[in-house]
């Protein structure tokens, strides 16, 4: 009985597409990050401040990246922000100790992902909604488009682009959520 070889174009064909295969789940596990992050409140544990909320997203970029909201309504909201001092300014006007009325719920969905991986680089893009609760009883529903960008550095992915368009906001009912925590524990 003869047994099939494997020779060595195989071997690094099925290499490549492993490389592929690993590239996009450590993405859809950094851009899954990103979005619990960004969450009121904050599901990370032990609970952060929110300049330390901060910190841990910018973690999730590298030096040069840009984060920027673009068409009609995200444009002027949101603007473009290049490299990591910029982020954290603009994630520095979003979570004000000041802020009225306060957030005190949020939390984002992801879906209609799609992952292009081509070496060391990769795009992705995704919807995303996310209804909010400020302590004043108002509350939106927000829906966005993604387009981001990745690098692998020192073994290690890391987004080099948020773009965020928007697709709607919605007002919803004051006070739509019966019940929802002032602090996340689960992963406590």
Not at 116 to 122: I, K, L, N, R, S
């Amino acid at each position: 009985m003869n047994t099939p070889t494997i020779n060595e174009t195989t071997i690094n064909q099925l290499v490549g597409r492993i490389e592929v295969l690993e590239a996009e789940a450590d993405i859809r596990r950094i851009q899954a990050r990103y979005m619990m992050l960004c969450d009121t409140p904050c599901p990370v544990y032990p609970p952060v401040t929110d300049k330390e909320r901060i910190e841990l997203v910018l973690d999730l970029y590298t030096e040069d990246a840009v984060w920027e909201g673009v068409g009609e309504y995200y444009t002027d909201q949101f603007g473009k922000a290049e490299g990591k001092d910029a982020i954290r300014a603009h994630f520095n006007r979003f979570w004000k100790e000041d802020q009225d009325p306060k957030l005190i719920l949020n939390a984002h969905y992801l879906t209609s992902e799609q992952i292009f991986v081509e070496g060391d680089t990769a795009e992705g893009t995704w919807i995303h909604m996310q209804p909010w609760l400020f302590a004043d009883g108002t509350a939106l529903l927000r829906s966005s488009r993604l387009f981001n960008a990745f690098r692998k550095e020192n073994g290690k992915w890391l987004i080099t682009r948020t773009r965020t368009e928007n697709v709607f906001i919605s007002d919803l009912p004051t006070n739509f959520a019966e019940s929802y925590p002032t602090q996340a524990v689960l992963f406590k």
